[in-house]
């Protein structure tokens, strides 16, 4: 009859180890993907504020037609993203437009001094530092879901209920890791 309690003991105490295991795992993804959608509705930000740029600089820069059509190119593809790393990519695609742009707004001082223009300019400004930490979060979080389903012996029951790796939000070149340059001068 004992060994029948120690099996049935040590039984019991395996499903309590799978289940608590299980559900950091579940608690671990659900922010991931909390920290993804903070991302997310940033992103979103920055894609609505992008048309309002681009046509105000559109009265007074009319000889930039190609600069105009890259950021849209740009923005449309970061909007089509539909995992994590095309998001990385096309979002950088889209700063790097973004960058040139405030490059070639520099030979247009009426432009500049436009208060419209100024008050999205500052409002791009203050959502570009809210991806990066909304960035921050997500990499964070995807860091300990990821060390949780990879290592022992958490990855053991990860396998067995299907949790995969998770995606960083990167950057991947050095120009892309640029803010847009802001410059009220």
Excluded: C
């Amino acid at each position: 009859m004992t060994p029948l309690i120690v099996i049935a003991a040590a039984l019991v105490l395996l499903i309590v180890f799978v289940i608590g295991i299980y559900n950091s795992l579940v608690g671990l993804r659900n922010q991931v993907d909390n920290s993804w959608s903070q991302i997310d509705v940033q992103l979103k930000r920055r894609h609505d504020l992008i048309p309002n740029l681009v046509e105000t600089a559109k009265g007074y820069m009319q000889h930039e037609r190609g600069t105009f059509e890259a950021i849209t190119e740009a923005r449309s593809k970061a909007m089509g993203a539909k995992s994590v790393s095309e998001a990385s990519k096309a979002e950088g695609a889209l700063g790097e437009a973004l960058s040139k742009f405030m490059l070639v707004v520099e030979n247009y001082p009426d432009l500049k001094a436009n208060q419209n223009f100024l008050a999205v300019q500052e409002e791009l400004t203050g959502t570009e530092n809210r991806i990066s930490f909304a960035r921050q979060s997500y990499n964070d979080q995807v860091l300990f879901f990821n060390n949780k389903t990879q290592m022992f012996p958490s990855n053991m029951v990860a396998n067995m209920f299907s949790f995969s790796k998770r995606d960083f939000f990167e950057l991947e070149s050095s120009t892309e890791r640029e803010v847009p340059k802001v410059s009220f001068s």
